[in-house]
């Protein structure tokens, strides 16, 4: 190949990786600089926000003395808690701002998408053109709906997403090189330990990727590939035992967990438990959904192949490489089945297998073009390194005018905004039944000006209606002393006494 033809080759991975890099922007960008998010984001943010000012401990993060749940504790035992360690150092550091999560989610982004590419290049050589399809996996990563919705809101999931593929990154170092195995097999345990410390035994599933590969890849390693498994899982099982006997802290957070968040996973003894019995197999229902956006591109691109009579097929190494990832999704989306709480965010930390399984499946078809004669390629690498130019700057003028503006439950945000100038932050304020029990009153009062909320109605100056509520409410609320209307909002009626 001729340097002018290399050149061209260049610009036209470049405008690929240029269209990939807009299209995630336009996805992500102006969803994470709006104001507000989904409850569990804020909940994790309120807890990370209380450690960072000294509310709570490494082994009990605290959200609030009122919570919507009645089985939870004054303690958050409800998952393990490294994100909010990790994410409290960003509050430590930046300050209370609501913008702090929206930061670290965007951090998360592009680190997942770093690894994601860094995966992809460790089966290809400098010189083989296939590395320079890393793009791929990323963009169909970023197909997915629940990688779409959940990017942005701060969840556990991303955060556990980014240590399993650091974790699948390392054993496949140790697996491919000869050099330095021993260095990667090490911070691969400690990867996955650091997963089980973040959203418990599902972030285990890279445990199976030495097993997988050496099924798939390399069957004559079978047995070793399974040694391997063993072997880490085994330094994993060490070094979580050695956790909770050095840490009394530690083992009394993990029987809590147990108590509290697994065993009722696994029977549905909770009303967020409702997927019993043959429910439980809607995960594959969920899972169908979630890959249909890859299935319909796929068929898109075979289609656009067979139209155009292109002798295309997947080599046998490559679709070899495919099913490996198939299976490394399925091994960190099958465990769903025990659980009665499914749904597709669950699913964030195995979506990047499926999306690496597309890549290798579809990479020959993008390889294809590359074959095209060289006006050919010089055409299309112009016209769409001016297109994703022109769109990512369309995608980010949207996205400053959206900064700062709420980005859901606006009329939550708005009542707010006012209780802020008529209430001191860390209020504790009794309500009605209905507000008590209400996921999203809750996170936004806590996140956004450190308002407790509880049934009490003799020890607190504010009580807190809403419009589901207040009607009834409203007779008992002058023989309690309640019968000042302090502020009445779009969501919120406050009373004072």
């Known amino acids: 190949m001729t340097d002018p033809e290399k050149q061209t080759d260049r610009r036209l991975h470049f405008s690929f990786l240029l269209f990939t890099i807009f299209f995630v922007a336009a996805m992500f960008l102006p969803r994470v600089v709006t104001k507000g998010m989904f409850g569990d984001g804020l909940l994790y943010a309120s807890m990370a926000r209380n450690l960072?000012?000294?509310?709570?401990?490494?082994?009990?993060?605290?959200?609030?003395?009122?919570?919507?749940?009645?089985?939870?504790?004054?303690?958050?035992?409800?998952?393990?808690?490294?994100?909010?360690?990790?994410?409290?150092?960003?509050?430590?550091?930046?300050?209370?701002?609501?913008?702090?999560?929206?930061?670290?989610?965007?951090l998360l982004l592009l680190f997942n998408c770093f690894l994601i590419f860094r995966i992809w290049?460790?089966?290809?050589?400098?010189?083989?053109?296939?590395?320079?399809?890393?793009?791929?996996?990323?963009?169909?990563?970023?197909?997915?709906?629940?990688?779409?919705?959940?990017?942005?809101?701060?969840?556990?999931?991303?955060?556990?997403?980014?240590?399993?593929?650091?974790a699948v990154f390392c054993v496949g170092n140790a697996l491919i090189r000869e050099r330095g195995a021993g260095w990667y097999s090490l911070l691969a345990v400690l990867f996955i330990f650091l997963g089980l410390l973040t959203k418990g035994p599902v972030a285990l599933y890279p445990?199976?990727?030495?097993?997988?590969?050496?099924?798939?890849?390399?069957?004559?390693?079978?047995m070793r590939g399974f040694g391997y498994s063993l072997f880490l899982g085994g330094i994993v099982l060490l070094m979580f035992t050695g956790l909770l006997a050095a840490f009394p802290e530690a083992r009394h957070f993990f029987q809590n967990y147990r108590e509290q968040r697994?065993?009722?996973?696994?029977?549905?003894?909770?009303?967020?438990?409702?997927?019993?019995?043959?429910?439980?197999?809607?995960i594959f229902m969920i899972l169908g959904q979630e890959l249909l956006p890859v299935v319909i591109a796929t068929i898109l691109l075979w289609g656009a192949a067979r139209w155009k009579k292109w002798p295309v097929s997947v080599e046998r190494n490559d679709r070899l490489l495919a099913l490996f990832y198939t299976l490394a999704g399925?091994?960190?989306?099958?465990?769903?089945?025990?659980?009665?709480?499914?749904?597709?965010?669950?699913l964030i930390s195995g979506l990047p297998m499926f999306a690496l399984a597309a890549g290798y499946f579809n990479a020959p078809l993008v390889l294809r073009l590359f074959s095209l004669p060289a006006a050919v390629k010089e055409k299309i690498a112009k016209r769409l390194t001016i297109f994703s130019l022109a769109a990512l700057l369309v995608a980010l003028m949207y996205t400053g005018i959206r900064a700062g503006k709420p980005g859901r439950e606006p009329a939550l945000q708005r009542d707010i905004a006012?209780?802020?100038?008529?209430?001191?932050?860390?209020?504790?304020?009794a309500v009605c039944e209905v507000v008590m029990r209400?996921?999203?009153?809750?996170?936004?009062?806590?996140?956004?000006?450190?308002?407790?909320?509880s049934r009490d109605q003799q020890n607190t100056r504010f009580f807190a209606t809403d419009v589901r509520c207040d009607p009834a409410a409203q007779p008992g609320l002058a023989g309690s002393g309640f019968s000042r209307i302090v502020f009445k909002g779009e969501v919120l009626t406050v009373y004072g006494r």
Request: with cysteine.
């Open 52 to 106: 960072a000012e000294g509310n709570g401990s490494w082994w009990a993060p605290f959200f609030s003395n009122g919570y919507w749940t009645d089985v939870v504790k004054p303690a958050y035992y409800e998952n393990p808690p490294l994100m909010l360690w990790i994410q409290s150092v960003f509050f430590r550091v930046l300050g209370e701002h609501w913008w702090v999560e929206k930061g670290y989610s965007f």
């Open 121 to 166: 290049q460790i089966q290809f050589g400098v010189a083989d053109q296939r590395r320079q399809l890393a793009w791929m996996p990323v963009f169909f990563f970023y197909l997915f709906p629940s990688v779409i919705w959940g990017s942005p809101n701060n969840l556990m999931d991303s955060t556990m997403l980014a240590i399993c593929l650091q």
């Open 207 to 222: 445990l199976a990727v030495p097993f997988l590969f050496a099924l798939t890849v390399r069957p004559e390693q079978r």
């Open 262 to 282: 697994l065993s009722i996973a696994l029977t549905g003894g909770r009303e967020d438990g409702v997927n019993t019995g043959w429910k439980r197999l809607s």
């Open 330 to 346: 399925c091994c960190a989306t099958l465990p769903l089945l025990a659980s009665t709480r499914q749904a597709g965010m669950y």
């Open 418 to 429: 006012e209780i802020q100038k008529i209430m001191p932050a860390g209020e504790t304020i």
């Open 438 to 453: 209400d996921f999203m009153i809750h996170t936004y009062l806590q996140r956004f000006h450190h308002i407790e909320l």
